[in-house]
């Protein structure tokens, strides 16, 4: 039920940061990709991801809905509970560049991280993991 009514609220013109939910176990609620000034032209504004801890340099296409996907699914070890910005488990060090949320999280961020199961990149970034 949340998996259809989360996106159809934000489709119809709810304001993301009004639609509130909880997930019980993995996260499985997609909301619609904010515009995040990244260019969907290929090659142009694909961001470099770069986790230090892994020694992978990965290209974000777009694809996934989180760093925490995005690095999973290239196989780098994240830490990672609710995967919905509530618990905190995988707060990660944001090295450099700036990250976005889909929504605000509930977890207050320590200054110099970052999110990775509810972030995506606003620019190169390098993130602890
Ligand atoms: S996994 Fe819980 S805040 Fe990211």
Redesign the pocket.
């Known amino acids: 039920m949340m998996q259809e009514l989360v996106p159809a609220l934000v489709n119809w013109g709810v304001p993301q940061a009004d639609v509130r939910f909880e997930a019980f176990g993995p996260a499985t609620v997609q909301l619609p990709m904010p515009n995040t000034g990244l260019s969907s032209v290929p090659g142009v504004g694909r961001p470099e991801v770069h986790f230090r801890r892994s020694g992978r340099t990965l290209t974000w296409e777009g694809r996934d809905e989180s760093l925490?996907e995005f690095g999973e699914r290239h196989g780098v070890a994240l830490e990672?509970?609710?995967?919905?910005?509530?618990?905190?488990?995988?707060?990660s060090r944001l090295i450099s560049g700036q990250v976005s949320y889909v929504t605000q999280?509930d977890?207050n961020i320590l200054p110099g991280h970052c999110?990775?199961?509810?972030a995506r990149p606003g620019s190169a970034v390098t993130v602890e993991a």
């Open positions: 925490l990672a509970g609710c995967r919905s910005g509530c618990c905190g488990a995988c707060e999280p977890h999110l990775p199961c509810v």
